[in-house]
């Protein structure tokens, strides 16, 4: 997530597509075991595919638009062959990459023998719970119950390979907790008895600079973490006033981000004058991804009251007979913004976008629903939202991974979601703007580094133009705060690592590289 690169585990280097950006080859390192002691093999790539299509898993169905078939050249190689749209193209190059790094590989010995269990049933063969399956990472299950899940080390890893680490991960147990709720689970960190806490614990600089524990954070000082992922406020652009970008831009400038970021996030956040907002995560490669002089005058850094109170009044959305409120069309602006109840963080934050809506003449209340029943209202895409209760309602964005910022963007503004049943992909407020849609459409086919900063500088004028949705904070795509009282060595900002190991719990993507490299405080 530091850098947006992809680095090989099982793979034997890097991928590489064709001239035409039609097919993707990559081979499989010959070292890779299964648990069993058998090869990795790009047979087993080619069924975990085969088998995603045949019982039309998740995985099958949102990637068989894309991707038309996975094939094994030889043992080793595999060749993905991309879905080609009527100009003989591939349909969606972005996400057939995305595929490498965001899906497991399935034994095919192993998938056969689950087949053979639920005779081919479809429902039955995603129930499974899988007790017996081929691994072959380094860790496989030791004991699991209602309060923990335990791994244990496979000590004949195959990544005691030179190819690989030339040995085991320091840890021969890796133990994950399930506390009642952050209460429980702040204290056990300070106790020693939590390693590394993915939790949000308010506050965190107290473990240290007032308790002097020996805790710490990926950053020293606030923000703490890479804020990865976005935190976002939805419109229901159904509610009357609503559809007029002017109110949405009105209350979106009033709100005051500084507050949310202080209380809410207890300065676990950059701030928005220090990242300004667009639509990519503070990252420097993301960063990196548009002209920040071309939307300057577009961004802002929230408590601008005269600043909407202007937008409003421009707009003719006034207070007409004097009862404190605004009005367009004659009707009141009032609405209501919530978020789950319990969610504590967005609570606050929800809180603090009521109060601007009183700044600048907009009733806004709140109100927190069960999660159970908050995410299936927000969810039923292909019906209005209701007008009563979900007025401005939050909800996530994207975090890093190998579509981004690309998919993060379709996510919050494309149309494609409009519809959909169950959708839990974004653009929950349904907006829908043609020319954000073609350059979301286009941005996948296109390399020209200039260009795609181009189209990407483009979306961003969109959005903080129409403000269809606005970020409330940036937030870590895990916590990552650790007790070193029994182990030490854990993945620090400008720790000299290469390449440096993200803050993802030692458990995601390439911060398992982390894992070799802990040592014991007292061995």
């Not at 190059?93 to 034994?107: G, R």
């Not at 017996?132 to 990544?159: C, P």
């Not at 056990?188 to 954070?217: C, H, K, M, R, Y």
């Not at 209501?336 to 504590?344: H, K, R």
Request: charged fraction near 20%; hydrophobic fraction near 40%; glycine fraction near 8%.
């Amino acid at each position: 997530m530091l850098d947006g690169q992809m680095y090989p585990f099982l793979a034997d280097g890097d991928f590489e597509w064709n001239a035409d950006r039609t097919e993707i080859t990559f081979k499989i390192k010959s070292a890779a075991k299964w648990n069993d002691g058998t090869p990795v093999t790009a047979e087993d790539v080619a069924y975990t595919w085969a088998t995603h299509v045949k019982y039309n898993t998740p995985t099958g169905s949102a990637n068989t638009p894309y991707i038309e078939n996975i094939e094994a050249v030889d043992a080793q190689t595999v060749v993905i062959k991309a879905k080609l749209g009527e100009d003989g193209k591939a349909v969606n190059p972005l996400l057939v990459e995305a595929y490498l790094s965001t899906n497991y590989v399935i034994q095919k010995a192993w998938t056969e023998v689950l087949e053979e269990r639920v005779a081919g049933d479809p429902t039955a063969l995603l129930a499974d719970p899988a007790e017996d399956v081929a691994y072959s990472g380094a860790y496989g299950k030791y004991f699991a119950d209602d309060t923990k899940v335990v791994y244990i080390r496979n000590e004949e890893y195959w990544g005691q390979d030179a190819s690989m680490w030339g040995k085991l991960p320091a840890p021969k147990y890796l133990a994950h907790v399930i506390f009642k709720d952050n209460a429980a689970g702040t204290t056990a960190l300070q106790a020693g008895e939590v390693d590394v806490s993915q939790q949000f614990n308010s506050n965190v600089q107290d473990f240290w600079l007032e308790q002097g524990l020996p805790i710490s954070t990926y950053l020293p000082e606030a923000p703490y973490g890479i804020g990865a992922s976005l935190p976002t406020a939805f419109f229901n652009l159904n509610s009357p006033g609503l559809d007029q970008a002017a109110v949405r831009k009105a209350i979106a400038i009033a709100v005051d981000y500084p507050t949310i970021i202080a209380n809410a996030m207890t300065n676990q956040s950059a701030t928005f004058d220090q990242v300004p907002r667009s639509l990519m995560n503070p990252t420097d490669g993301e960063q990196a991804l548009y002209d920040h002089d071309a939307v300057a005058d577009l961004q802002w850094a929230g408590n601008d009251i005269e600043g909407a109170k202007a937008l409003l009044d421009e707009a003719g959305v006034v207070d007409s007979d004097g009862d404190g409120w605004r009005e367009y069309n004659g009707e009141k602006l009032s609405y209501v913004a919530t978020c789950p109840n319990g969610w504590s963080d967005w609570q606050a934050a929800i809180e603090v976008v009521a109060a601007a809506g009183k700044e600048i003449g907009i009733e806004i209340t709140t109100n927190y629903p069960e999660w159970s029943v908050y995410q299936t209202v927000v969810t039923k895409s292909d019906a209005p939202l209701p007008e009563e209760g979900y007025d401005i309602f939050m909800m996530w964005s994207d975090g890093a991974g190998p579509t981004q910022p690309w998919g993060r963007i379709r996510k919050l503004l494309s149309s494609e979601f409009i519809g959909m049943p169950s959708n839990w992909n974004g653009n929950w407020g349904q907006y829908s703007n043609p020319d954000a849609d073609a350059l979301i459409n286009a941005i996948p086919a296109e390399t020209d580094e200039a260009k795609l900063k181009e189209m990407y500088t483009e979306l961003v004028n969109i959005y903080l133009t129409e403000v269809p949705s606005f970020t409330l904070m940036y937030r870590p795509q895990s916590f990552h705060t650790v007790n070193e009282s029994v182990w030490t060595n854990f993945p620090h900002a400008d720790d000299g690592t290469n390449p440096p190991v993200p803050p993802l719990d030692l458990t995601d993507g390439w911060s398992i590289a982390g894992l070799y490299n802990l040592t014991l405080v007292n061995p």
